[in-house]
């Protein structure tokens, strides 16, 4: 069986997911927005999922928008803000986003916005003081993660939310990596608007979900009927919405036991591979860090080698870089962060799940520097090309 390491781009389903799955298809269900007793079954199971997702930031549910997943929560969340803003032209952001947050800022820049991308240091922080420092009467909404997928560094949001309020920008944060690994509290972060996403958390790919506080204006991108408070047209996806609900309940009732095992297998990873790896790099910080991710450069060789032959021998990660053209692309985060072309391309993201066991860590300490010894050998590359 592969052992699968890339939890930060899609955890497998929960078996309490695929249970609350099986009962919505056994039940047939009706069309939630519908007044006969099936559609009326329907809707009592989409609100109890609502419910649940609601809890895992501390929100009242019906402050919950379902959503088909974390790129459509960050488009509603930055289109809907602006929209609503109307004469405000001005958002502040970083250069370590997710795409789903970086690719609308361009395509408001290129109508004429103005886009304020905030660099990090060399473990990826954000620091708050230069994002208020940003901050003016122009600002319609500051957007930024909570952890970054890449690195998993965690940033320091909450000194943000007062100085967005005075200036009368909204606080946008993309928590889609954190929800579920480390606690999220809306209240205690003071934000507007908060992206989630279901495949992150062992829920179906195509779900998500934004938070929408109770004042915060957004208008819609989707137009229809009156669904999601009218935030958002359309059916829900219900039977991905109740996976949703029960993969999250899951997560809450599993946080804390599962952030602690997982986060020591994660530092047994990379304690190993240190010793057996000469120059092996983290990037991002030690502490900081969402506990399930490490994100590494390998010496005198190309990630996307790595990559191929670890798959080969049944361990799957990733490069956390975009691939165009045919060719991998350098990750826009370790660039940002100060790391050579050379470098962001020799290196891989690990990232761990709620299905890993120790057994599977053991024999990954051991597959990954074989592997890396192989692949060195195969295609050397000098020590300076990969700093």
């Not at 799940?353 to 599977?360: F, I, L, Q, R, S």
Request: with cysteine; glycine share 10%.
């Amino acid at each position: 069986m592969p052992i699968y390491l890339d939890h930060n781009a899609g955890s497998p389903l929960r078996v309490e997911a695929a249970a609350a799955i099986s009962r919505l298809l056994a039940d047939a269900g009706g069309n939630p927005s519908s007044v006969h007793r099936a559609g009326q079954r329907s809707r009592r199971m989409l609100e109890a999922a609502r419910a649940q997702v609601a809890a895992i930031v501390g929100a009242e549910p019906r402050r919950i928008v379902f959503t088909s997943g974390g790129t459509e929560s960050n488009n509603l969340a930055i289109f809907g803000a602006i929209t609503a803003a109307s004469r405000r032209r001005k958002i502040i952001s970083s250069e370590i986003e997710h795409s789903s947050i970086l690719a609308p800022l361009a395509e408001l820049e290129r109508r004429g916005f103005e886009v304020v991308r905030i660099a990090p240091d060399s473990d990826g922080r954000i620091d708050p003081a230069r994002v208020l420092a940003a901050l003016d009467g122009e600002t319609a909404l500051v957007a930024l993660g909570l952890a970054n997928s890449e690195v998993g560094t965690i940033q320091d949001l909450a000194p943000l939310a007062s100085g967005c309020s005075k200036a009368g920008a909204l606080l946008h944060i993309d928590a889609a990596q954190a929800v579920g690994r480390i606690p999220v509290d809306v209240a205690a972060l003071g934000c507007d608007l908060m992206t989630l996403s279901g495949h992150k958390l062992g829920a179906p790919a195509g779900v998500g979900a934004l938070y929408v506080r109770d004042y915060a204006r957004i208008a819609p991108i989707i137009f229809g009927g009156p669904h999601e408070s009218g935030v958002r047209a359309g059916t829900p996806n219900q039977l991905s919405a109740v996976a949703f609900g029960a993969a999250t309940e899951a997560a809450i009732n599993a946080m804390r036991e599962e952030s602690e095992r997982i986060g020591s297998l994660t530092m047994s990873l990379l304690n190993r591979l240190r010793e057996t790896i000469p120059g092996l790099r983290l990037n991002g910080p030690l502490a900081g860090r969402l506990p399930n991710t490490l994100n590494l450069t390998f010496p005198g060789v190309l990630g996307e080698s790595m990559l191929i032959a670890l798959d080969l021998e049944g361990v799957e990660v990733s490069m956390g870089s975009a691939c165009a053209a045919g060719a991998v692309e350098p990750s826009h985060v370790l660039r940002a962060l100060g790391r050579s072309v050379a470098g962001a391309r020799s290196s891989l993201r690990i990232s761990l799940g709620w299905d890993n066991t120790a057994d599977e860590i053991d024999a990954v300490e051991a597959i990954i520097p074989a592997v890396w010894r192989r692949v060195a050998a195969a295609e050397p590359l000098s020590e300076a090309s990969a700093r």
